[in-house]
Structure formats: C-alpha cells, structure tokens
C-alpha cells in the first residue's frame, strides 16, 4: 500500500480544513515546497497535493508551486484542486506531476472525463468526496443528489484505474476513517482506491493495508504529529 503525505495549498500556505471547511483551517506552513521536502527526507514515495484555491476557482492558482515541488522531491506527485479542462491536465504532466486528479468536473463534464483517460489513461484519478454518501463537488462546497456508489460504476465502466474516496465528515477529524463506506467501495470496484479522510493510528493503516487498499492519503495526523510518517513506511513498504 503507497502512503500519500498530503499537501494542501491555500493562499501559497500549507494548511490542513476541518470536513473540508474553508473557514475551519489551520496552517502548519508557509511553504509547501519546504513541507514536501521534509516529507521526502522522512521517506515519503510519492505526494498528494491539492490546489484549494483551484478548488474554488476552477484554475491552477498554485501551479508554479507545484510545478517546483515537483522538481525539488523528484518522486512521484498526484496533483487536484480545480482541474478543469485538457490543457490543465496536459500542463500538469509537462511539469513533472505524475497524476491528476479529477473531482468537480468528473461530475459535471462526463466528456471532459471520457477525453482525459482516453488520452492519459492510468496518468488520470478521480476524487469522490462523499458526504452521508451523497457526492460533494465545488471543492466540497456543494452536495450532489448522486450517489458514491452510483458514480463510482460509471467511473468504471470509463475506465477510471484509481480514484481517491474521501468521507468528508471524517476529514480532519482524526477519528478514524470511514472502514465501513470503504469496504464496500473496495467490495464493489476493481478499480484501485485510494482511502482519504481521518487516517490517525498506526492501526489504521494497518487495517486499510489488510483491506488491500491502493494507498491512503495522511493529513492531519501527520502535521500534528499523531503518528510518525517513518513507522508508517515500516508498515506498508512490503506492498508496491
């Protein structure tokens, strides 16, 4: 299973939201490119960044930024956060980023989707934010009448190869992820899933490793040192 330290850019800081909560965050930095760094010298395989300003806007506020963490830690980069268009995507992989990351626009513009992984393929992963289920776009700001469930079929039949799941009232919390919701996304898809959402114990990860999941996104935990990002690696490093 790949751990995904998280790096989430707000107005060019590293800050870590509350349920996806633009008025409930913290920030633990003033330079997300020196906190991938340290991610990287603590052994850290690959990065999950997110443009939260592109979240909201629909453009690649931190695209320079990114562009230079993708330079500096030389590992492998999934990027999201206000991908909008193919150029975006096309942009992003010209700059060293590995994947990107579709959300919003996996939901409203299903030709934009049917493009991107046509072209890209496994260079293309799909957020689904769930709140009681249902799915929230907008950079968490809005909730849809659709289903996880329900999209996460339609992704496959795409040919969507990973998606990152996210249960957005267990976002920041650090109580645990959503075990239940994420078996049955696992059960359900032959799709790699990628666990996201309250990640706060070594014992955590070992029970999303047991449920052979792709990876697991760490946020909060990480930034308020509830666990230690080298144990974790420990854990999961005989799984690729």
Known sequence: MILFPAIDILNGKCVRLIQGDYAKGKIYGDSPINIAERWVSRGADALHVVDLDGAKTGKSSNRDMIKEIAIKTDIPIQVGGGVRSIEQIEDYLSIGVERVILGTSAMKNPRLLNLAVNRFKEKIAVS??????????????????????????????????????????????????????????????????????????????????????????????????????????????DVG
């Open 128 to 237: 689904i934010d769930a709140r009681n289920g249902l799915v929230a776009t907008d950079g968490w700001l809005k909730v849809s009448n659709v289903l996880a469930i329900d999209l996460l079929k339609q992704l496959e039949e795409i040919g969507v190869q990973k998606i990152i799941y996210t249960d957005i009232l267990k976002d920041g919390m650090l109580q645990g992820p959503n075990f239940k919701e994420l078996q049955v996304i696992q059960n359900a898809t032959s799709i790699q899933v990628i666990a996201s959402g309250g990640i706060t114990t070594l014992e955590d990860v070992k029970k999303l490793k047991e449920m052979k999941l792709y990876g697991a996104i760490i946020g909060k935990a990480l930034y308020d040192n509830s666990i230690d990002l080298t144990e974790l690696l420990e854990v999961t490093q």
